[in-house]
Nanobody, 115 residues
Framework: QVQLVESGGGLVQAGGSLRLSCAATGIAFSSVGMGWYRQAPGKQRELVARITSGFSTNYADSVKGRFTISRDNAKNTVSLQMNSLKPEDTAVYYC?????????WGQGTQVTVSS
């Protein structure tokens, strides 16, 4: 059974930092691409950052230079370090695992940035 469990969300003031983690079970973690997405109220879910099995990364323009995605294949985890947070970063953040036409999602973790 595939499970993606996010942690690390919370409330932070603008300019602060948070680190999200996603623990994966039931998949060949080192072989799949992982990503972080977010969905703000009334908006569509959007890509924040992703990392391939080969450790290539890409980021949404809105978070470049502030967020860093990383993966630890020994621990089957993917993390998102978020610095210089802004109120517009407020959203539910979701972890995603995907390969070919298969994808799995975590349950999401709330990030709220106060001004």
């Amino acid at each position: 059974q595939v499970q993606l469990v996010e942690s690390g969300g919370g409330l932070v003031q603008a300019g602060g930092s948070l680190r999200l983690s996603c623990a994966a079970t039931g998949i060949a973690f080192s072989s799949v691409g992982m990503g972080w997405y977010r969905q703000a109220p009334g908006k569509q879910r959007e890509l924040v950052a992703r990392i391939t099995s080969g450790f290539s990364t890409n980021y949404a323009d809105s978070v470049k230079g502030r967020f860093t995605i990383s993966r630890d294949n020994a621990k089957n985890t993917v993390s998102l370090q978020m610095n210089s947070l802004k109120p517009e970063d407020t959203a539910v953040y979701y972890c995603r695992a995907g390969w070919f036409t298969t994808e799995y999602w975590g349950q999401g973790t709330q990030v709220t940035v106060s001004s």
